[in-house]
């Protein structure tokens, strides 16, 4: 069994910058440690037993990523939207696609290729060598449907709903049985991006949803003919509770998911899976709490349940990144290694809130013809001024390489953290232990706590809280410029703003200060070679992917080892059952003294 001990304290500090949306609202997730002390106050231990249970990985946990970039390519026979060739064949040799992969399918795009047939064909057969890699390497494909062919749309706009939804339907109807029923790649059907957003679809709630029932019933009527299974789903909204009319969390009934799968209900429609963005600075947003006192993974599938649809019905994080508000940021540049130790993090609590797939957003940053950056949210980013478009990759690419090199099988606990910052993944195959250990120190910890716990409160709850971020205060309570027990608000209210102030102190400190973690293993009767590889500060772009640190272990009862964890790093360590020794080779037969022969010639004549 896994465990981890721990032991905190709390210390007064300076402020951590705390602006706050009254209408994001956010959640959280605590992890299971236990306290111990070894050495000071703030180390931690680990000790895991080689014969603990485990289960197979879960596909949460594996290198899945949303295959765009760029925004623009020299080559018109290229997907604008997806990453270049170059990108795309170096995360084949290094990682492979053996998993899931996200693909945005730009229609509009398809049909101003057909004014000729031949770029139109090249266009789709680039489209077909991706879907070939991935169907070929026992991964599968989310394909997002987006973008409404000219002459096809209520207005001339490529996310225009639209007018015409039999000949929107047979065209997609097409598509479908050539990429699914004929060539058979593995191909799940996303309808559309962000509905809930007019920057990305221009139409209403019912226009979404005659939208989704075109695609569905397209994939049924096929699935009926072929007997070849085509899963459909959405709706891809920019967060679980979202809607076209805007929602918050008090009220996600209103949400566009809740009246999808409620429409699907009604008009007997496949809903293979259900997705939506998450874009965050938060690793344990999806844990927020809501006025249900459930999590939105929980809630959902309730929703599932109530209208007879399978609960295990995969749920999926379809687009995510470190994200707090701005399109261009550091932590995703230069300080790389802050959103690198994020997402193993985020995965974590992915993971332990019940989600089945997550596409981190995306392979590629995003720049225009000319060379400005639009959004830096990629893991390689390139320079458009260079003729030859090189690309670097970021500390953020070694740790998909860290996950592409878990194990099999994933250790399973009945103790969890509750460090906010330290973690661990750690899973093992035959002869083989992999463990990443991440140490993410939210920069906005103690507003996030706040806003994953907004529904807690009482409605009279909430609306001092409104008052307090109104009035400028509530930053002020947040670094103890401001005495809570002077403020006319609730005891809950109260309770929540004294434990984000000790939040807030925790993040301070260790934002700056290392912590040690003492790494107990039990049970390894083998000799095994000790491999260890980090991410921290010290290597933002086109950092080496090797060990740091390699020697012998095991083959005792306990083996130990200490580590100092850098503030917002990432630390993998693999042991590998070392081969057994060959056998000694026999000696050389001694050589026959001078004569010998000639004496025993002798002797047989």
Known sequence: MTKFKIKNSNSKTKVLAFGICALCLFWVLSFGICHYSFAQEDDLELSLKINSATIPLPKVLRPNIDLSGRGFNLREDWPKSLAVPEVLDLWQQDIGFGGAYRIQHDLWEMQEAAKSKELQDKLLSNYETIFKKITDSGGVVILDIFGMPAGLGKVLDKISAPR???????????????????KKYNIWYEVWTTPDREDFFLGRRQDYLN?????????????????????VGGPSV??????DEGNSIITPERSLIYTLIKFCFHYRLPLDFISWHGYSSDPRIERETTVYKKAAVSLVRDWLSYFHFDRATPLIIDEWNYDSGANVLAERYERSNISASYIPSRLKNMYESGLDYQFYFALEDFRNAQGAMLRNVGIF??????????????AIYNVFRMLSSLGNNLFTSTEKLSDEFVGVIATKSQGYLAMIIYNYVDPQAARNYILRNIATLSSAGRRALLRLIKANKLDQIIIRQTDITSLRVDKKLKSLLEKAQKLNDRAAKYALSPRNIKISIKGLNAKYIYQRYKIDSSCAFNCEFSPIEEKEAGATELYQEILALNPYSVNLIVLKEKPPEPPPAPAPAPEAAPGALQNITNVTN
């Open 211 to 231: 939208l989704y029932r075109a695609v569905a019933e397209a994939a049924k009527e096929l699935q009926a003919e072929t007997k070849i299974h085509v899963p």
């Open 381 to 394: 980013s390139f320079n458009a001024e260079d003729s030859k478009y090189k690309d670097s990759p970021k």
């Open 238 to 243: 920019s967060w679980w509770f979202q809607s």
């Open 164 to 182: 015409d939804f039999k000949a929107y339907k047979e065209l997609i109807k097409a598509m479908i049985r050539y990429l699914s029923c004929e």
